[in-house]
């Protein structure tokens, strides 16, 4: 099964990226309101639906795990290290492809809107957690130090989430359901944002176990390093 | 090139640079 996995996941991923990109520039009908610009929608909300909630979410869980005693392990610290690192991606374009589609409906490429402030401080965060992996070299304070971390940059992530209800913003509010549960978007709109999201995710999925595979095969390599040295060590009567 | 393009181009160009990266450091790295 998990060969398999390892298997499909990166042809399904591009396969399900290759029908988003189809469905959402030849497939599905401009908007009414914003023309072709709508097409945006099967890219944007993905990335942010990923950076927000699939990563920092990932990140998040491991953390409070390996906070926990009895779930302790390297495996979590390494699985919150690589989710956070793929969250900076997904939140950097995020905010490019927010930016983009900012600057012909709205005017401005960039305005300081409570989510688009949010959204920027949440790549600050993550982009603080991979500084603060670096200001040591011992693995077990690095864990706890950057587990704590993430827990306390995850209260950004219902901030960025109300921030369109808490606040007057430029940025529209949900695009999916009204606050009552009504969908907004039908037919093949519909159809082909859930794809978007999908895909999206999957591409998530892919990104982190490869990540999570480099991160495994450098700790693999410095363990039989500081073992090579201690067999040398043995020999020469050292140790 | 459009805005839609741009935005089409950023998302998906942004994931595969961030792949090959990956793909880039493993093989950069001692074995």
Redesign the interface.
């Known amino acids: 099964m998990k060969a398999l996995v390892d298997r499909l996941l990166g042809p399904v991923t591009l396969v399900a990226?290759a029908v988003t990109?189809w469905l959402?520039?030849w497939v599905t009908p401009p908007d009414v309101h914003q023309g072709?610009?709508a097409?945006?929608v099967y890219?944007?909300p993905a990335?942010a639906w990923v950076a927000l909630y699939l990563s920092f979410g990932t990140a998040t869980i491991a953390s409070a795990l390996y906070l926990w005693p009895r779930t302790r392990s390297e495996v979590l610290d390494r699985v919150a290290h690589c989710a956070m690192e793929?969250s900076v991606?997904f939140i950097?374009?995020t905010l490019?492809?927010g930016s983009?589609?900012g600057?012909?409906t709205w005017g401005v490429w960039w305005a300081w809107d409570a989510r688009l402030t949010s959204t920027a401080v949440l790549g600050l965060l993550a982009l603080g957690y991979l500084a603060l992996r670096r200001a040591t070299d011992d693995a077990h304070v690095r864990a706890r130090r950057g587990a704590v971390y993430v827990l306390l940059a995850a209260i950004n992530v219902p901030i960025v989430h109300f921030s369109v209800l808490w606040w007057k913003t430029l940025h529209q509010n949900a695009t999916v359901f009204t606050a009552d549960r009504h969908l907004l978007i039908h037919g093949i709109m519909a159809w082909t944002l859930l794809v978007s999201f999908v895909a999206f995710s999957l591409?998530f999925a892919?990104?982190l176990r490869?990540?999570y595979?480099?991160e495994a095969?450098?700790g693999a390599?410095a363990d039989a390093v500081v073992e090579r040295a201690l067999d040398e060590r043995r020999r020469e009567g050292v140790v | 090139m459009?805005?839609?393009d741009?935005?089409?181009a950023?998302?998906?160009g942004?994931?595969a640079l961030?792949?090959l990266s990956?793909?880039w450091?493993?093989r950069r790295?001692?074995?």
Do not use: K
Request: hydrophobic letters at 55%; zero cysteines.
């Open positions: 990226l990109v959402g520039l072709n610009l097409r945006l890219v944007h990335l793929v991606v950097a374009l490019i492809t983009i589609w600057r012909p591409a892919w990104l490869a990540r595979r480099l095969s450098r390599v | 459009g805005y839609v741009a935005g089409y950023f998302a998906l942004g994931l961030y792949a990956i793909w450091r493993g790295d001692p074995r």
